[in-house]
């Protein structure tokens, strides 16, 4: 989704996952509302905004478990070892999330992205304050999600380097 | 369950990484009923007299100071939206924050009170009616509370406007509460305090949660 600052790219991601609710129209889920069951809508949803919702006191590693036993993911403490490292966020696990640089918290981020399990992906931005390396795993991680038979639905300002990307503009 | 627990879990784990703001609410707690018998002088029988009105007040005010947090952290680094999108039960959620305040804001005012009642010169009846009371009480305010503290999220000068809010509300667990200590003392039955508190501990466990979750659902959209 690409479009002008303030056009209604949030807005509508939102919409999407019912945050927010529509003025007229819904949003349908395997056919029904989803609002009908939102368990199980959200079960599948993975929404990643503006703000990175880690808490700061807790360790990235604390964060990505509390984020499984909330989302009811089972995950084990190697899994999310094993993906805080792919993320370069090696000998940095433990380390308060305080302590980290905003492009290291978006690290945290992807990890949480890998180790979530849910089909939909609905990305707000998710290029912001990346460097080209962690831009570069980022595009692998979503083609990963892709090659899985997962969806996505991101805004960005970047040209995406994605085969089958459909292009919206607001 | 799990939901539930997690969520306990986590906001006491939180707290104990920052334990200054969960200590300022307790000190305020001590500072305030100590500073009445200071004030007042040695007059013992008026102490007496005084005291589960101004322990009661006090532990309102301080369950207030810790009201504030309770979404307002979660409101602004966006965790609150994340619990929204969680496939549990927003209202399990929103209970366990509820319970975890309680831990951290109502339970530390009961385990205390008998030190605090003792400064006004309360006889061991009193102090384990003011316990008790507190016991039931302290849920209520934390429940109460939480609907206000979901209503005024991103309100600017919210916590001014949640005490406005809430502080009527907290009318009747004052009354009970403190009336039980003081017909106790004199030689009353306090039974009927007691049913009403439980009673309204147990009206507000079973709608209160409720209201919060969809407060937090309005705050949020």
Same mark, same amino acid.
């Given at each position: ?41 959200? @079960?599948? !949803? ?7 919702? =880690?808490? #700061?006191? $807790?360790? &990235? %590693? ?49 990890? @949480?992205? !890998? ?7 609905? =990305?707000? #931005?998710? $290029?912001? &304050? %990346? ?40 | ?221």
């Amino acid at each position: 989704m690409r479009g002008e600052n303030g056009v209604g790219k949030t807005s509508l991601l939102r919409l999407l996952t019912g945050l927010s609710k529509a003025e007229s129209g819904e949003v349908l889920w395997n056919g029904q509302s989803i609002f009908v069951d939102p368990g199980a809508y959200h @079960r599948q !949803l993975l929404f990643l905004g503006h703000r990175d919702a =880690l808490k #700061e006191e $807790f360790s &990235a %590693l604390e964060n990505l478990q509390m984020y499984a036993s909330l989302d009811d993911v089972n995950l084990t403490a190697e899994i999310a070892l094993a993906a805080l490292w792919r993320f370069g966020l090696r000998g940095r696990e433990n380390l308060p999330v305080h302590y980290l640089s905003a492009g290291q918290k978006r690290r945290v981020l992807m990890a @949480r992205m !890998l180790t979530r399990q849910a089909s939909l992906w609905i =990305l707000d #931005e998710p $290029f912001n &304050a %990346l460097d080209v390396n962690a831009i570069e795993e980022l595009e692998h991680l979503i083609a990963e999600h892709l090659e899985g038979g997962g969806m996505l639905i991101l805004t960005s300002h970047q040209v995406i380097r994605l085969p089958k990307v459909k292009v919206l503009d607001l | 369950m799990n939901a539930l627990l997690t969520m306990v879990k986590r906001d006491l784990l939180l707290v104990m990484r920052r334990k200054s703001e969960a200590l300022t609410a307790l000190f305020f707690f001590v500072v305030v009923t100590s500073l009445f018998p200071l004030g007042i002088g040695a007059d013992a029988a008026l102490l007496r007299k005084i005291a589960p009105g101004i322990i009661w007040v006090a532990a309102l005010l301080s369950t207030l100071l810790g009201l504030q947090r309770m979404f307002a952290a979660d409101y602004a680094d966006g965790t609150l939206e994340q619990l929204v999108l969680s496939p549990q039960p927003l209202v399990l959620l929103v209970t366990g924050k509820i319970i975890a305040h309680w831990i951290v804001c109502g339970l530390p005012l009961v385990l205390l009170a008998p030190v605090i009642g003792l400064q006004f010169d309360l006889d061991s009846s009193s102090l384990y009616v003011l316990m008790a009371t507190l016991f039931l009480g302290t849920p209520v305010l934390s429940l109460l509370g939480s609907i206000g503290a979901a209503l005024t999220l991103g309100v600017r000068g919210g916590s001014l406007l949640m005490s406005l809010l809430i502080l009527p509300l907290y009318i009747p667990v004052l009354i009970f509460g403190a009336g039980a200590v003081y017909a106790n003392s004199v030689g009353l039955n306090t039974s009927g305090h007691f049913s009403l508190l439980g009673a309204l501990l147990i009206l507000a466990l079973a709608f209160v949660p409720w209201v919060s979750t969809a407060a937090v659902k309005i705050a949020i959209e």
